[in-house]
């Protein structure tokens, strides 16, 4: 015998909606900002810069040779535009008990400041000095392990690159990850009580070293994954907690992440990158991924590109890369992160719409269009380039 009484059981709902976590963005802390005081309309800011005077020594009584100076003009044009827009209907609105509107609003405008964080620190790529394992007594070329037997190393060699520049005076910041900020507590151990337990404004965690560090989970990563045979089914690629398989057929939507080998390794290269991207060429060479792994592959940044042996991945953060090919020769190499470091206020950023909502009404309905946005501009001027220092790691050992 038994009761049915389920029926009579009362459901609930939570007073708030689950929490999202999303990055936090450093990049106002580390960028000028003043320069969108000057751009109150157009889509250009002109920063020219002069020639050196020449000095030579003047002897009583003879002509001075003059000589010609010059000018060079640079420019920061705003021409990204960034949107993720959505819509609620007005019964939708009404009938929820959250205020969905604001919940997701508020997510897009995280999301769009973690697209400005990550193009500012992208800037990485104009240092006017990049660092390496050469660097440090290691080897020329290759990036840096890190561990605390070089932390000191890797700090020294950036001050000592930057007070070669005569970039003598500013505010010194630099960028670490979660996995260098770890190395770096380490090395403190117990000379330092209260370092890098909390995490402050615009990611700062405390100074040593002559830096300021900043915790940012938007470090530039690379690496190569190298395919040169046509994967067996069922090999496996995974990015960021995100598994991607190789199928000689995709076995339907409902199996997420597969990816079309297509005969060769070159039309595998094609499909996975088309897989990472979302190209929109769902169920004809790969199937989607759940809303969740998109959201994993989507805000660390992650794009593709495809060769016939090899597809190139570049992304954002403590980037962990692995594969289960068959082929033994197939696998990820040149697993690469850059910290930055330099002078606070060497990258100009303009915004000249900060992340905001706009709310347009949908026309045949009764609802809203909401759309977050954001306009902005960023630039790293010839005369900052070295304010700035571009360290290279090896991260081919993370896990």
Known sequence: MANTLTAFNPAYWTPAMQKTFL?????????????????KNGDTLHKPYGSYPRVQTYTKGTDITVKDISSTDESLTVNTAKVASFYVDDIDRIQNKYDTISEFANIAQRQLNNVIDQAVIAEYSNAGTTLDDGSIGGTAGNGIVSSTGNISDIFTAS?????????????????????????????????????????????????????????????????????ATAPSNGDTVVINDVTFTFRTSLTGSATLGEVLIGGSASAANTNLAKALNDSGTVDTHYSALSAENRQLIEEVGIVATAAATSTAVTGYGDIVVSETFTNPTDAWASQLQ????????????????????????AQLRLGKYVHPWTLYGKKTFFRMKDNLVAVKFDVSSWV
């Open 23 to 39: 990055k936090e963005s450093v990049a106002l802390g580390i960028a000028n900002t003043e320069l969108r005081a000057d751009l």
């Open 159 to 227: 001050g000592r690159t930057l007070n070669a520049k005569k970039r003598l005076g500013g505010d010194r910041f630099a960028l670490v990850g979660p996995r260098l900020l770890e190395k770096i507590q380490l090395y403190v151990g117990g000379r330092e009580t209260g370092f890098g337990e909390e995490v402050g404004d615009n990611g700062m965690v405390g100074k040593r070293f002559g830096f300021s560090l900043k915790l940012s989970n938007n470090l530039p990563f690379s690496a190569t994954c190298n395919i």
């Open 338 to 361: 850059y910290s930055l470091m330099g002078i606070n206020g060497a990258i100009d950023l303009v915004t000249q719409v900060a992340p905001n909502v706009e709310f347009r009404d």
